[in-house]
């Protein structure tokens, strides 16, 4: 089983609707992120968390809200979502080392319409 | 300017090959430095991380080059499952773990 999964995989939603991406993992680690990727731009920034009680905005958090419901847990909410949040995203988690790696989840494709 | 910088490729090399990916960073206070390889809608993985004194796994060569805040990824003998996109990756110890990515270098290797 993976270590980090996304639900859903992909989403075809419409303008002004709400949507949830959820992510779950069993690597035990308390760091999680989120990131959008679009063509030409990489991997940016959304929301990150260092435990159940932190969150923290990122390069681009606006439009996006989260929640760390446990450690294991953290979740992407798009409030009223517009066409250009169309993206691939992804979750990410890490440990507290000084290594630094992440482990990213196999990501959500989301179309806006 | 984006803080980390890298050329988009594609780069299309035959088998075989030996190529070269750079990068360039703008923060002088980036601490640790990492190259992803990520395969096509795929997520990304760590290949790799980059120490100031070079590093090399197998037929892959990582430098960091402070000075000029530039980092290298050489691939030797080149193989087809090596194509996908390199993406260069750098952090900053008082960010906590925050990572920066460059927007991602293309290789395609052909029979």
């Known amino acids: 089983d993976a270590d980090v999964t996304q639900t859903p995989r992909n989403r075809i939603t419409k303008t002004g609707k709400r949507i949830m991406l959820e992510c779950s993992q069993t690597k035990g680690h308390d760091r999680m992120y989120w990131y959008r990727q679009d063509p030409g731009l990489g991997l940016r920034l959304i929301y990150y968390?260092?435990?159940?009680?932190?969150?923290n905005k990122g390069e681009i958090s606006d439009g996006y809200s989260v929640s760390r419901q446990a450690q294991a847990k953290f979740s992407l909410s798009l409030e009223s979502a517009i066409p250009n949040q169309t993206a691939l995203y992804f979750c990410?988690?890490?440990?507290?080392?000084?290594?630094?790696?992440?482990?990213f989840g196999p990501g959500t494709r989301l179309l806006v319409l | 300017r984006k803080e980390v910088e890298q050329d988009p490729g594609p780069f299309n090399v035959p088998e075989g090959a030996t190529v070269a990916f750079n990068c360039t960073y703008s923060?002088?206070?980036?601490?640790?430095f990492f190259w992803y390889r990520q395969d096509c809608r795929k997520e990304p993985k760590l290949l790799m991380s980059?120490?100031?004194s070079g590093n090399e796994d197998g037929r892959f060569t990582a430098q960091l080059n402070r000075a000029s805040q530039y980092i290298s990824l050489l691939i030797r003998d080149s193989k087809l499952s090596d194509s996908a996109t390199y993406l260069c990756?750098?952090?900053?110890?008082?960010?906590?773990?925050?990572?920066?990515f460059g927007q991602g270098t293309e290789l395609s290797v052909k029979p």
């Open positions: 923060n002088s206070a980036s601490q640790s």
């Open positions: 990756v750098v952090s900053r110890y008082n960010q906590g773990g925050k990572l920066i």
């Open positions: 990410a988690t890490s440990a507290l080392d000084i290594e630094e790696t992440q482990y």
């Open positions: 980059v120490y100031s």
């Open positions: 968390s260092f435990d159940v009680k932190d969150i």
